[in-house]
């Protein structure tokens, strides 16, 4: 299995996984890092939460990214799950929960906090009548991941504006 | 006396053992040149094959086979930017070519800039590219920042050179994603010589080459109806097939089917006792 860590994530990648960790140059405040992970080539110039990817999935595909937000959210109501979900259910996913409502996916997302570190965690199935066997493809990614406490966000004034979806 | 015949007798064993070393050598070199398909001190030099060598244009050396070379690994390592990237090459139907290039080799210099911009290279369709260099203990991320564009993953990771055996750069290897291995590898001079080996490649890999139905974004609208009816079709499902007119969401998702769960049923507890 390959792994890949930066910014203090790590993840070994299920089979036929692929994936990224990185933080965007900041155009002005601070950006904190972002994992995204796909069954299928992720294209380079995507959205934080798969825009630009998410129409490229076929129906055995699933998309997942981790998003970490600034330590202002730490503590809040949203956020006070602590850890990660250990795995989802079929159930956990809808077509109501896409961020970008493209017909016969479907998705979910959770907030928490790990390591000190508010997170969320969000997926895409390619299919949702497929979720019975995708879900536990997420599920293999999810437990995959190693978060460690802290690391130093990105802050600066130049680069590429972050990306919201 | 005695004493200097011995002396001399060992010092021209000694030579003779040293001469016998330097020619076998000598012949292990020849041997790796001939293997490598440079021909230095080939005893058939005058044959037709040196001499179709001599008289035409430099000829890449890429091993193809029909059957898969072997599986090809992800290929694992970090951008320039110092960010972590994966690069699978077996989550495609389609090719993947890797161009192993470094930042300071003179003939990478035109591939770094055609293979940035794919879309103009007339590659098989869903083709991709991505440029993996050595990582950083043996590059400066910064030089390869400068020859990236941002267009197609830049991997810098001296693994994946020692993974796929690469002997120096320019260095080329194309998988299929379909079945996750190499179909081709080797060095190519030139871009164009480059674009027609992949080309050959395709044509072998012919009709037998199935996909996985993945949208494309080239694809046009009457080319996404075109499939779209070609699924149906494949599903048997004909025009005026009552599934295709809906009434309810329950048409679409059925709760009772094997496909889908109702909340709390046992799809719920299969899935967590994984």
């Known amino acids: 299995m390959a792994t890949i860590r930066a910014h203090g994530i790590a993840a070994q990648l299920p089979t036929r996984f692929e994936g990224r960790i990185f933080v965007r140059p900041a155009l002005v405040g601070t950006s904190y890092p972002v994992g995204q992970f796909a069954t299928f080539p992720i294209p380079d110039d995507i959205g934080d939460f798969g825009s630009g990817a998410v129409n490229l999935m076929g129906p055995d595909d699933v998309f997942a990214t981790l998003f970490e937000y600034g330590p202002e959210s730490l503590g809040t109501a949203l956020f006070s799950s602590q850890g990660r979900p250990s795995s989802f259910a079929p159930d956990d996913f809808s077509p109501m929960r896409l961020r970008r409502g493209i017909p016969g996916q479907s998705g979910t997302q959770r907030f928490f906090t790990e390591a000190g570190r508010p997170f969320s965690f969000y997926a895409v199935l390619g299919s949702h009548v497929r979720r019975q066997s995708l879900v536990p493809r997420v599920n293999e990614l999810i437990s995959s991941l190693l978060i460690s406490p802290a690391s130093n966000p990105t802050q600066g004034t130049q680069g590429t504006a972050p990306r919201w979806n | ?227 779209a009816d070609e699924v149906l079709q494949n599903a048997g499902i004909r025009p005026g097939d009552p599934s295709l007119y809906p009434q309810s969401l329950e048409d679409v998702f059925p709760s009772g089917s094997g496909a889908g769960t109702t909340p709390g049923s046992t799809g719920r507890q299969s899935a967590q006792t994984q």
């Not at chain 2, 058939?44 to 001599?54: C, I, V």
């Not at chain 2, 197609?152 to 750069?169: C, H, K, Q, R």
């Open chain 2, 1 to 227: 006396m005695v004493a200097l015949v011995v002396v001399l007798t060992f010092v021209v064993l000694l030579l003779g053992v040293l001469v016998a070393g330097l020619l076998r050598s000598h012949a292990d070199i020849l041997r790796s040149l001939h293997e490598l398909g440079v021909g230095v001190g080939d005893p058939a030099g005058t044959s037709e094959r040196s001499a179709a060598r001599n008289s035409a244009p430099p000829v890449p050396a890429w091993s193809q086979t029909s059957t898969a070379l072997s599986p090809a690994p992800t290929v694992v390592g970090v951008t320039p930017s110092g960010d972590a990237r994966a690069v699978a090459v077996d989550n495609s139907d389609e090719f993947t070519l890797l161009a192993f290039l470094s930042s300071g080799c003179a003939t990478c210099a035109a591939f770094w800039e055609a293979l940035q911009a794919p879309e103009s290279l007339d590659l098989p369709q869903g083709t991709r590219v991505a440029i993996v260099t050595k990582g950083p203990d043996r590059e400066i991320p910064s030089e390869v920042a400068g020859l990236a564009t941002g267009r197609v993953p830049v991997v810098m990771s001296t693994e994946a050179w020692l993974e796929y055996e690469v002997p120096g750069s320019p260095f080329f290897v194309l998988v299929d994603g379909a079945s996750g291995a190499e179909v081709g590898q080797g060095v190519a001079p030139r871009v164009e010589q480059l674009l027609d080996l992949i080309r050959r490649a395709e044509h072998d890999r012919g009709k037998q080459h199935r996909t996985r139905r993945r949208p494309s974004a080239r694809r046009n609208g009457p080319e996404r109806e075109a499939d």
